[in-house]
């Protein structure tokens, strides 16, 4: 199957040939569901299949991010960190029945040795119309290019404010966790996850755009303010459409467990530049409009290992779009951190993106 590659989503002629799009129902066709998460949103399936998964000998956790390879015809998620481990990226099928499918990736520097967990943090991936894969790391922060062999190749510049304190302005373990393709791949965004301390404004997110020109070389052309709910991160965006981003905003409250809630971000481009701005309060943010709250979703018969108000939910970090006519595929993934009382899972949506 061949399958062209835009913005971290995919055709949608190729994708319902391979089963990967939803198609809606008489009942969702005629705007009745009883999976109803929002007027917008309807759950449509889960799985735990990735959970606590052993695969030769190494346990699979701490996927953080989600995005397709058509070279692979698979799913691709990193692994933020785990120890000494070697950062890995793991391949698997089938969002509605999670398996492993083939051997991971392991990434690894110039020199040809692996970063592991104490010297990367891989929170979000996407992957190039050639093939290579974009990877933003908390720890520095960064955003490395890696080649198919897992060797990197690149590294794009990222201003030395958003360094974790005391070198930088940003808080240690919430930096670039967010990372998207738009305009067929020739423009990455990444978002922080939280705010920078320059920002007196503790709702402010600054989402940062690169555009490569003519010669394969990135630059950071623009940065832009996003205002989360108070007291949410921003664990993950998504481009679709022409300039529009979907953003996951999280929270966990230890009586309450996660939430989430998915907005939608129209016109990236028209916002302003805030790249020179040193304190962001006050200034003009990206109009978001809500499309899902997760906590609203049924049940659709999920346990959870710990106290949540609906035990669909865990720490959905990671998530792809897939479009598709009136309605657009969305899959959110969890990060379980290696932990026995959170789940990996992969949690289906079918929405209307405006």
């Known amino acids: 199957m061949s399958v062209r590659f835009t913005t971290n989503v995919l055709v949608v002629p190729a994708l319902l040939a391979a089963g990967l799009l939803i198609q809606a129902g ?3 066709a005629a705007g009745i569901s009883t999976n109803a998460c929002s007027p917008r949103a309807t759950a449509v399936s889960f799985s735990d299949g990735l959970d606590k998964a052993v695969i030769d000998g190494v346990e699979i956790g701490g996927l953080s991010d989600m995005a397709w390879d058509q070279r692979r015809h ?3 998620s990193t692994v933020d960190n785990h120890a000494s481990d070697p950062s890995r990226i793991w391949f698997w099928s089938d969002p509605a029945h999670a398996h492993v499918v083939g051997a991971p990736l392991v990434l690894k520097k110039p020199d040809g040795t692996p970063y592991d967990g104490t010297t990367a943090d891989n929170e979000g991936l996407a992957v ?13 922060p960064s955003i490395r290019i890696f080649g198919r062999d897992g060797v990197q190749r690149a590294a794009l510049p990222v201003p030395a404010r958003f360094a974790p304190a005391p070198a930088g302005q940003a808080t240690s373990n919430a930096t670039l966790e967010g990372l998207t393709l ?18 007196t404004d503790a709702t402010v997110h600054r989402l940062l755009t690169y555009d490569k020109d003519r010669h394969g070389r990135w630059s950071l052309v623009k940065q832009s303010a996003y205002r989360t709910d108070a007291g949410n991160r921003i664990a993950e965006v998504q481009a679709y459409g022409k300039d529009s981003l979907l953003i ?10 996660n939430s989430v809630s998915l907005y939608a971000v129209p016109n990236l481009s028209r916002t302003p530049d805030i790249g020179k701005v040193a304190d962001a309060a006050g200034r003009p943010s990206l109009r978001k409009t809500l499309v899902a709250d997760l906590v609203k979703c049924p049940t659709l018969g999920a346990t959870a290992k710990q106290p949540q108000t609906n035990p669909l939910l865990d720490n959905f970090e990671g998530m792809a779009i897939v ?3 009136r309605t657009a595929t969305v899959h959110v993934i969890s990060d379980d951190n290696f932990g026995a009382t959170q789940v990996t899972r992969v949690l289906t949506l079918s929405a209307r993106l405006p």
């Not at 996951?248 to 467990?257: H, R, S, V």
Request: charged share 20%; proline share 6%; net charge negative.
């Open 128 to 140: 190039l119309p050639d093939g290579d894969y974009v990877v933003s790391s908390e720890t520095e």
């Open 248 to 257: 996951l905003e999280a929270a966990f409250d230890a009586t309450k467990g």
């Open 323 to 325: 479009p598709g006519g």
């Open 182 to 199: 738009a305009d067929g791949g020739s423009r990455i965004i990444a978002s922080m996850e939280g705010a920078l301390s320059g920002d």
């Open 26 to 28: 008489p009942a969702q």
């Open 74 to 76: 698979a799913w691709a």
